[in-house]
């Protein structure tokens, strides 16, 4: 619109000044060097004109001349880029969908068109790791270490590559270092930890966990867990140092921060009573034995009665159990102590009542406890044999079993002796051994099974 005007208006001066010159008619004469030239005022100016625009042509003809190579060069440059990014595009694609070849393919073509800007090096070292070669990969991964916009992205893959080495140092060197680079990032702290808990780098553990508290990267109950299990090994480190205040300050901690953690009770009481504390330690067994019996708190409420026989141990089970006296656990550990003191009708109460406690699958420690009952009270080997048979095919004992792996452990620890996984071993039953036919089990425990048979 305002070129329009622009050009109306000009076009509207040029009129203006061709009539302007029409009303005024004149004459120019030029002499120069023996030449005469005579001409109107008007056909001056066209030459005048004619001269202007053709220097002015001229001029643009030759910027565009001289700039040719320079345009062209950009131009070539322009359509590079935006091939290589094109096969860039379609190389992280070929990655995303796991199509080794083409991503190796686009990515040569992209580090032709680029050169080698982070990205490049990233699809380079993706597509190498996924035709397999795992050589070209470490060396693309590392060149992206060098670079400041890629150096976390290459740690990342060098850090993969050294624990599936199970090259431990190597990767907890690398975890490090992204973390310095990164220290809220999730996975980095959750990596670190595990490698530290790996390498029983327990402060350091502590310490990460710290971080991933602050960053807010486990969910609470994970963490805390997580917080429990550190302290619990610190605390048993140093108990083993023979650092008696710094075990019971850790076992403290590990209780505080879980005390929902299978461990920690049974462990803060040892403590408390080496420590000679004896009153808290009982009254922390007695409170714990409401909400999570275990077999450990009930050795540790021995300890800490210390009974003289095994009589009066029955006595001090009573008082523990009397906290939670319907629970199966209390049942279990009464009969166990009715046992040892030889006062079988006892035994066989509890045990009972364990079993109804318990459920559809007691468990296999109260059919061999029953076993026993039979055989030491009334010598009824029949009966024993049948508790016996239904012990073999019952829900084996609970014990510390590692949830990542399976495989049973005969105390607690924070990582699994087997796999090496962190926090992950639990007081629960192993898996059944063998499946059993329903027919089967259900005729075993519909059978007569003498003295009381609970089991249907
Ligand atoms: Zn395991």
């Known amino acids: 619109m305002i070129r329009t ?16 010159l029409a009303s005024y008619p004149g004459e120019v004469t030029v ?58 595009s379609a190389g992280l694609v070929a990655v995303a969908a796991g199509d080794a070849a083409n991503a190796r393919r686009a990515a040569k073509r992209a580090d032709r068109l680029l050169g080698a800007p982070p990205l490049t090096l990233l699809l380079t070292a993706q597509s190498a790791q996924l035709a397999g070669d795992e050589a070209s990969a470490q060396r693309h991964f590392l060149a992206m270490t060098k670079q400041p916009e890629t150096e976390f992205l290459g740690l990342r893959g060098l850090l993969a590559r050294a624990m599936r080495d199970r090259d431990w140092p ?7 270092r992204a973390r310095a680079l990164r220290p809220d990032t999730p996975w980095v702290l959750t990596t670190l930890l595990e490698l530290q808990t790996r390498a029983a780098d327990w402060e350091g553990a502590a310490d990460t966990l710290a971080q991933a508290a602050a960053a807010r990267a486990l969910p609470p ?3 805390n867990r997580h917080q429990a299990s550190v302290y619990l090994e610190l605390s048993s480190v140093a108990a083993r140092d023979g650092r008696a205040a710094d075990a019971l300050r850790y076992a403290k901690r590990a209780y505080k921060a879980d005390p929902d953690h299978p461990a920690t009770a049974a462990w803060f009481a040892e403590l408390l009573l080496e420590a000679g504390r004896r ?58 102590a009715a046992l040892e003191a030889g006062l079988w009708g006892e035994a066989r109460k509890h045990f009972t009542a364990a079993i109804h406690a318990a459920g559809d699958a007691p468990p296999a420690i109260l059919c061999r ?59 629960r039953m192993l898996d059944r051994p063998l499946p059993v036919s329903g027919p089967a089990v259900a005729s075993r425990l519909s059978a007569p099974l003498g003295e009381p048979p609970p089991l249907s």
């Open 279 to 336: 009153r808290r330690a009982t009254k922390l067994i007695e409170f714990e034995w409401t909400r999570h019996p275990h077999p450990d708190l009930a050795a540790a409420y021995r300890r800490a009665r210390a009974p003289a026989t095994a009589l009066a141990w029955v006595g001090d089970a009573e008082s523990l159990a009397a906290v939670a006296p319907a629970h199966s656990d209390s049942h279990r550990l009464l009969g166990e």
């Open 31 to 88: 002499v120069w060097q023996g030449w005469r030239i005579d001409a109107s005022v008007g056909v001056l100016g066209a030459i005048v004109l004619a001269v202007a625009l053709a220097a002015a042509l001229l001029t643009r003809f030759w910027v565009a001349l001289v700039t040719a190579p320079r345009r062209w060069a950009r131009w070539r440059r322009e359509r590079r880029l935006r091939s290589g990014y094109a096969a860039l």
């Open 369 to 427: 406890k029953m076993a026993e009952v039979e055989e030491r009270d009334s010598g009824d080997q029949a009966a024993a044999r049948r508790w016996l048979t239904l012990a073999a095919e019952a829900h084996p004992d609970a014990r510390w079993v590692c949830d990542a792996c399976g495989v049973p452990h005969a105390k607690w620890r924070p990582v699994c002796a087997r796999c090496g996984s962190f926090d992950r071993i639990v007081w």
């Open 170 to 176: 190597r990767a907890i060197d690398f975890a490090r």
């Open 5 to 20: 005007i622009f050009y109306l208006l000009l076009v509207g001066a040029v009129m203006a000044a061709v009539a302007w």
């Open 221 to 223: 109950t994970e963490l």
